[in-house]
T-cell receptor
Framework: DAGVIQSPRHEVTEMGQEVTLRCKPI?????LFWYRQTMMRGLELLIY????????DSGMPEDRFSAKMPNASFSTLKIQPSEPRDSAVYFC???????????FGQGTRLTVV | AQRVTQPEKLLSVFKGAPVELKCNYSYSGSPELFWYVQYSRQRLQLLLR??SRESIKGFTADLNKGETSFHLKKPFAQEEDSAMYYC???????????FGSGTKLNVKP
């Protein structure tokens, strides 16, 4: 397995534009997490899915952020409209009920100018 | 409420010196504790977990339930240990992970 795959690796966009980040979890994993990493706040959990269902989205900063998981092998995190303060590295991670480790993707470095 | 606290944002030590990265947690049940490491511009990866009671790259961590701590230790730091370290806690059903804010370890030559 290639691990958790995120795309794109880097995204530069203008303020006000829509941004979509993508994640493919490890096959067989039934939990998926989206995290945001910044210097100021470290690693923040945005949303967590279990069996494709959003379980906890209390970390989503505001309505501009939305996440979906239409099937077990794909998830998206969308920001619309984007703002400069959204600039961060966004990580996706997955885990299974049988393995207590969370596996992380390479992250997407988002820059909103 | 579940919380993981890493009080130090930055820790600088000289090569060969002992290092201890602090982690305290609060959790209402029996937690699973982890340390993750992130080398420069790479993905986070698991360093060790408390149930394994193992030493990875010379690092160890002991879960102290009385003090609700899971400090990461290494007797002799190496330059290649320079990285960002995150302490993490997972719920008893292992379906949710809480991370601390991270500690940047800088090992100077």
């Amino acid at each position: 397995d290639a691990g958790v795959i995120q795309s794109p690796r880097h995204e530069v966009t203008e303020m006000g534009q829509e941004v979509t980040l993508r994640c493919k979890p490890i096959s067989g994993h039934n939990s998926l997490f989206w995290y945001r990493q910044t210097m100021m706040r470290g690693l923040e959990l945005l949303i967590y899915f279990n069996n494709n269902v959003p379980i906890d989205d209390s970390g989503m900063p505001e309505d501009r952020f939305s996440a979906k998981m239409p099937n077990a092998s794909f998830s998206t995190l969308k920001i619309q409209p984007s703002e400069p303060r959204d600039s961060a590295v966004y990580f996706c991670a997955s885990s299974s009920d049988r393995n207590t480790e969370a596996f992380f993707g390479q992250g997407t470095r988002l820059t909103v100018v | 409420a579940q919380r993981v606290t890493q009080p130090e944002k930055l820790l600088s030590v000289f090569k060969g010196a002992p290092v201890e990265l602090k982690c305290n947690y609060s959790y209402s049940g029996s937690p699973e504790l982890f340390w993750y490491v992130q080398y420069s511009r790479q993905r986070l990866q698991l360093l060790l977990r408390h149930i394994s009671r193992e030493s990875i790259k010379g690092f160890t961590a002991d879960l102290n339930k009385g003090e609700t701590s899971f400090h990461l230790k290494k007797p002799f730091a190496q330059e290649e240990d320079s990285a960002m370290y995150y302490c993490a806690l997972s719920s008893y059903n292992f379906n949710k992970f809480y991370f601390g804010s991270g500690t940047k370890l800088n090992v100077k030559p």
